[in-house]
């Protein structure tokens, strides 16, 4: 039973234009949220991440936003550069104990 | 600063063959995660560990055995390797929950395993 969601495997999006990626969750008692970058060959590194006590968190050119009630959180990448090109992670905690992430989204920026 | 390192970086196995993955990280993180890395499937957790002597199951247990004696070192066993069990395997640290939130995990490079 996959907690975590991320329904999009992949979104392709122009150098410059904004890249939104979409995350669905599904246990209520998950209040920590986290979103992870990947290059191929490496392990994820941390990006950005967002307490249920908020509703948007932002960092420079990435912005996360979080709807409690919609159980859904989105990624925001402003302005996209080539560079952003990966595969995103969606991770989600309780807390206090797991994470656990989706199955993640591969973001192509086209210069 | 090396962070979190896993070793070994490749392995081949055969099917019913034994081994041990290790995981080492020296940022004095109390929590420690073995993750797994499928096609399709994002990374899925198999055990982890919120401290020294502890650990508990994830999302995918069956086939795997941890132990975390030191702080350190989070070691996963696969006592008799299946095909199905060929992923790429992701260790990482964190701080886990600390003043009133949660920080972020630090992952190590991956462990591509194959079982043949």
């Known amino acids: 039973d996959q907690q975590v969601k991320q329904n999009s495997p992949s979104l392709s999006v122009q150098e410059g234009r904004i890249s939104i990626l979409n995350c669905d969750y599904t246990?209520?008692?998950?209040?920590?949220f986290l979103w992870y970058k990947k290059y191929p060959a490496e392990g994820p590194t941390f990006l950005i991440s967002i307490s249920s006590i908020k509703d948007k968190n932002e960092d420079g050119r990435f912005t996360v936003f979080l709807n409690k009630s919609a159980k859904h959180l989105s990624l925001h990448i402003v302005p996209s550069q080539p560079g952003d090109s990966a595969v995103y992670f969606c991770a989600a905690s309780d807390g206090g104990n797991d994470m656990r992430f989706g199955a993640g989204t591969r973001l192509t920026v086209k210069p | 600063n090396a962070g979190v390192t896993q070793t070994p970086k490749f392995r081949v196995l055969k099917t019913g063959q034994s081994m041990t993955l290790l995981c080492a990280q020296d940022?004095?993180?109390?929590?420690m995660y073995w993750y797994r890395q499928d096609p399709g499937m994002g990374l899925r957790l198999i055990h982890y560990s919120v401290g020294e002597g502890t650990t508990a199951k994830g999302e995918v247990p069956d086939g795997y055995n941890v132990s975390r004696l030191k702080k350190q070192n989070f070691l996963l066993g696969l006592e008799s390797a299946a095909p199905s069990q060929t992923s790429v395997y992701f260790c990482a640290s964190s701080y886990g929950a600390r003043a009133g939130s949660f920080t972020e995990a630090f992952f190590g490079q991956g462990t591509r395993l194959t079982v043949v």
């Open positions: 246990n209520s008692m998950f209040d920590y």
């Open positions: 940022m004095n993180h109390e929590y």
